[in-house]
């Protein structure tokens, strides 16, 4: 089993950056895609990136592609998020999340997933 906690959530400006970490509990950390998800009150959480237990494989939202990236660090636990050209529209809780099930392909369905953490809210200002 897998316990997750984001941090580095905050305030920045429109243009700045953020990175997000995502701590994981569990020997086998190693071996479980992990996503990041966002949600904004009243509004479904939607699909941010996600990043192959290997981390050889990598998705993103298109509203993120270049300007987040996915990584992570297997011998830490810890996957990231790095967010750079933030826009007000990225404002929201950003959830990172493991399948019940390691190894196998990443996936963005948020059905797919079965362990998140508690979130970390990312306000960008205009």
């Known amino acids: 089993q897998v316990q997750l906690v984001e941090s580095g959530g905050g305030l920045v400006q429109a243009g700045g950056s953020l990175r997000l970490s995502c701590a994981a509990s569990?020997?086998?950390?190693?071996?479980?895609?992990v996503g990041w998800f966002r949600q904004t009150p009243g509004k479904e959480r939607e699909f941010v990136a996600a990043i192959r237990w290997s981390g050889d494989s990598t998705n993103y939202a298109d509203s993120v592609k270049g300007r987040f990236t996915i990584s992570r660090d297997n011998a830490e636990n810890t996957v990231y998020l790095q967010m750079n050209s933030l826009k007000p529209e990225d404002t929201a809780v950003y959830f990172c999340?493991?399948?019940?099930?390691?190894?196998?392909?990443?996936?963005?369905?948020?059905?797919?997933?079965?362990?998140w953490g508690q979130g970390t809210q990312v306000t960008v200002s205009s």
């Open positions: 569990g020997r086998a950390f190693s071996r479980y895609n």
């Open positions: 999340a493991a399948p019940q099930f390691y190894y196998g392909e990443i996936d963005g369905r948020l059905t797919e997933y079965y362990y």
